[in-house]
């Protein structure tokens, strides 16, 4: 029960600051990957603001076995660079530039997206329904490769 | 309010991060958005359901209290459907094949060093810049 209570409040964080931090708005998204037109440098402070307590997250998860609520700490990350990880992200990184959103703010703007703010969810979801037997593919033709 | 955009983007930047640790430090999860919200579309998260759902209501409760309480929120979305749903389609199977997005690779990833955070976030905003480049200034759709 208290890991579904934190669990709920992380979201709540979560979503407070992409809406504070603007990452909501589509044209400040795309304004920051827009270098050849009226670039926005927001998304920097954002992503740099965002990445200063979760380095220090780490530094202490490293010290510990298991987190404060019980559960057993990631694991170290992989280094392995696959073609799964280099396809997926230029097709995420493509449409996040066409649309301006990604996961986070798709699911933090839903009651004031408007019917637009919709569809893109049910692609996504469609999309993320999609893609295991994708990547199954893709590693099938590896492993032949 | 375009001077201002900065501290914003930083203050609502260390919130992300806080929560980003607190669901490291007391859930030992990694507060990935796609990962969330894919394993519960695909059924791959299928025993940690509850807490998924938990994490979902929140991101999606607090910012609609808030932008009520600031009289409304803009997303500026484009209205083009079709653009929405190519968009919508690339960012759901393209997150679940890269097993994260800004969230997860960006913030969490970059923030432990992380080689795969790190080359998943060059590419996709190189791939990001790419698009907005052919389809704002060649293309004009966008």
Same mark, same amino acid.
């Given at each position: 029960m208290q890991r579904n209570i934190f669990a709920f409040l992380s979201g709540a964080l979560f979503g407070a600051g992409l809406l504070i931090s603007g990452m909501v708005d589509t044209t400040k998204v795309q304004g920051w990957l827009d270098v050849f037109g009226d670039?926005?440098?927001t998304l920097a402070f954002v992503l740099g603001g965002a990445i200063l307590p979760m380095a220090v997250a780490w530094r202490i998860a490293a010290r510990r076995r298991t987190a404060l609520l019980g559960t057993t700490m990631p694991e170290a990350p992989t280094t392995q660079i696959g073609p799964n990880l280099i396809i997926g992200s230029v097709l995420f990184g493509m449409g996040w530039g066409l649309a301006?959103?990604?996961p986070g703010p798709a699911m933090a703007s839903?009651?004031?997206?408007g019917w637009g703010g919709l569809l893109f969810l049910a692609a996504m979801a469609a999309g993320m329904y999609i893609a295991p037997p994708l990547r199954q593919q893709i590693d099938r033709r590896i492993a032949q490769a | 309010m375009i001077e201002t955009a900065w501290i914003w983007g930083l203050i609502g930047g260390l919130m992300i991060g806080t929560a980003a640790a607190m669901f490291l430090l007391?859930?030992?999860? *990694?507060?990935?958005a796609s990962g969330i919200l894919g394993g519960l579309v695909d059924g791959s998260g299928r025993s940690t359901g509850v807490e998924r759902v938990a994490f979902i209501i929140g991101l999606v409760l607090v910012p609609a209290l808030l932008a009520a309480l600031m009289g409304g929120a803009e997303t500026? *979305?484009?209205?083009?459907p079709v653009v929405i749903i190519a968009a919508g389609l690339l960012v759901g199977v393209g997150t679940r094949l890269a097993n994260g997005c800004t969230s997860g690779h960006g913030v969490c990833g970059i923030s432990r060093l992380s080689l795969r955070g790190i080359v998943a976030t060059v590419f996709y905003l190189l791939a990001g810049g790419l698009m907005m480049a052919l389809f704002r200034h060649v293309f004009g759709v966008i």
């Open positions: 670039w926005d440098p301006g959103l990604c839903l009651s004031f997206g | 007391l859930n030992g999860r *990694i507060m990935g500026n *979305i484009t209205s083009n």
